[in-house]
Nanobody, 124 residues
Framework: QVQLVESGGGLVQAGDSLRLSCAAS????????MGWFRQVPGKEREFVAA????????DVADSVKGRFTISRDGTENTVYLQMNSLKPEDTAVYYC?????????????????WGQGTQVTVSS
Protein backbone atom coordinates (compact mmCIF):
# COMPACT_ATOMS: atom_id res chain seq x y z
CA GLN A 1 0.00 0.00 0.00
CA VAL A 2 0.98 3.63 -0.38
CA GLN A 3 2.97 5.09 2.49
CA LEU A 4 4.26 8.60 3.02
CA VAL A 5 6.50 8.89 6.06
CA GLU A 6 7.62 12.30 7.27
CA SER A 7 10.66 12.92 9.45
CA GLY A 8 12.90 15.75 10.55
CA GLY A 9 10.58 17.72 12.80
CA GLY A 10 11.59 18.96 16.22
CA LEU A 11 11.94 21.87 18.62
CA VAL A 12 14.07 24.78 17.43
CA GLN A 13 14.53 28.44 18.21
CA ALA A 14 13.38 31.32 16.06
CA GLY A 15 15.82 31.91 13.22
CA ASP A 16 16.95 28.28 13.07
CA SER A 17 16.55 25.87 10.17
CA LEU A 18 15.07 22.41 9.75
CA ARG A 19 14.79 20.05 6.83
CA LEU A 20 11.76 17.80 6.66
CA SER A 21 11.82 14.62 4.62
CA CYS A 22 8.97 12.55 3.25
CA ALA A 23 9.78 9.05 2.05
CA ALA A 24 7.25 7.60 -0.38
CA SER A 25 6.62 3.94 -1.09
CA UNK A 26 3.95 1.87 -2.79
CA UNK A 27 3.43 4.32 -5.64
CA UNK A 28 5.17 5.35 -8.82
CA UNK A 29 6.86 8.40 -7.35
CA UNK A 30 7.49 10.14 -10.66
CA UNK A 31 3.79 9.96 -11.51
CA UNK A 32 2.76 12.09 -8.55
CA UNK A 33 2.98 15.74 -7.75
CA MET A 34 3.92 16.34 -4.13
CA GLY A 35 2.92 18.89 -1.55
CA TRP A 36 3.55 20.00 2.01
CA PHE A 37 0.81 21.26 4.30
CA ARG A 38 0.69 22.26 7.94
CA GLN A 39 -1.93 22.37 10.64
CA VAL A 40 -2.29 23.83 14.11
CA PRO A 41 -4.98 22.70 16.55
CA GLY A 42 -8.34 24.27 15.86
CA LYS A 43 -7.41 25.45 12.38
CA GLU A 44 -7.74 24.03 8.91
CA ARG A 45 -4.82 22.34 7.26
CA GLU A 46 -3.07 24.94 5.13
CA PHE A 47 -0.99 24.70 1.99
CA VAL A 48 2.75 25.33 2.30
CA ALA A 49 4.39 24.24 -0.96
CA ALA A 50 3.94 21.97 -3.96
CA UNK A 51 6.22 20.47 -6.56
CA UNK A 52 5.48 18.88 -9.90
CA UNK A 53 6.47 15.29 -10.65
CA UNK A 54 9.48 16.50 -12.64
CA UNK A 55 10.54 19.05 -10.07
CA UNK A 56 10.34 21.71 -12.71
CA UNK A 57 7.32 23.57 -11.35
CA UNK A 58 6.98 24.89 -7.82
CA ASP A 59 4.32 26.73 -5.88
CA VAL A 60 4.97 28.22 -2.45
CA ALA A 61 2.60 29.94 -0.04
CA ASP A 62 3.23 33.64 0.48
CA SER A 63 3.67 33.11 4.21
CA VAL A 64 6.82 31.03 3.67
CA LYS A 65 8.10 32.36 0.35
CA GLY A 66 11.79 33.16 0.50
CA ARG A 67 12.26 31.01 3.61
CA PHE A 68 11.04 27.52 2.65
CA THR A 69 12.19 25.44 -0.32
CA ILE A 70 10.60 22.26 -1.64
CA SER A 71 12.57 19.70 -3.61
CA ARG A 72 12.46 16.03 -4.52
CA ASP A 73 14.90 13.22 -5.16
CA GLY A 74 13.51 10.71 -7.63
CA THR A 75 16.24 8.18 -6.92
CA GLU A 76 15.30 8.13 -3.24
CA ASN A 77 11.53 8.59 -3.69
CA THR A 78 11.75 11.43 -1.21
CA VAL A 79 10.45 14.97 -1.09
CA TYR A 80 12.04 17.60 1.14
CA LEU A 81 11.02 20.85 2.76
CA GLN A 82 13.98 23.02 3.71
CA MET A 83 12.81 25.58 6.27
CA ASN A 84 15.05 28.54 7.06
CA SER A 85 14.58 31.58 9.29
CA LEU A 86 11.89 29.80 11.22
CA LYS A 87 9.36 31.86 13.16
CA PRO A 88 7.12 30.91 16.10
CA GLU A 89 4.11 31.13 13.77
CA ASP A 90 5.59 28.26 11.74
CA THR A 91 4.83 25.96 14.66
CA ALA A 92 2.51 23.21 13.38
CA VAL A 93 2.25 19.59 12.39
CA TYR A 94 3.64 19.31 8.88
CA TYR A 95 2.19 16.79 6.44
CA CYS A 96 3.37 15.66 3.06
CA UNK A 97 0.87 14.60 0.43
CA UNK A 98 0.77 13.15 -3.06
CA UNK A 99 -1.60 13.97 -5.88
CA UNK A 100 -2.13 12.37 -9.24
CA UNK A 101 -3.86 15.58 -10.29
CA UNK A 102 -2.45 18.95 -11.22
CA UNK A 103 0.73 20.12 -9.51
CA UNK A 104 -0.60 23.59 -8.70
CA UNK A 105 -3.52 22.51 -6.55
CA UNK A 106 -3.61 23.86 -2.99
CA UNK A 107 -6.77 22.27 -1.66
CA UNK A 108 -6.39 19.27 0.62
CA UNK A 109 -9.18 17.38 -1.13
CA UNK A 110 -7.16 17.36 -4.33
CA UNK A 111 -4.50 15.16 -2.73
CA UNK A 112 -4.78 11.39 -2.81
CA UNK A 113 -2.37 10.26 -0.10
CA TRP A 114 -1.15 11.74 3.16
CA GLY A 115 1.57 11.07 5.67
CA GLN A 116 1.06 10.93 9.41
CA GLY A 117 2.70 14.29 10.05
CA THR A 118 5.74 15.55 11.93
CA GLN A 119 5.67 18.20 14.65
CA VAL A 120 7.66 21.40 14.22
CA THR A 121 7.85 23.72 17.21
CA VAL A 122 9.62 27.07 17.01
CA SER A 123 10.28 28.88 20.28
CA SER A 124 10.72 32.64 20.48
Amino acid sequence: QVQLVESGGGLVQAGDSLRLSCAASGLTFTAYNMGWFRQVPGKEREFVAALSWSGGSIDVADSVKGRFTISRDGTENTVYLQMNSLKPEDTAVYYCAATHGSWWVRRTLEYDYWGQGTQVTVSS
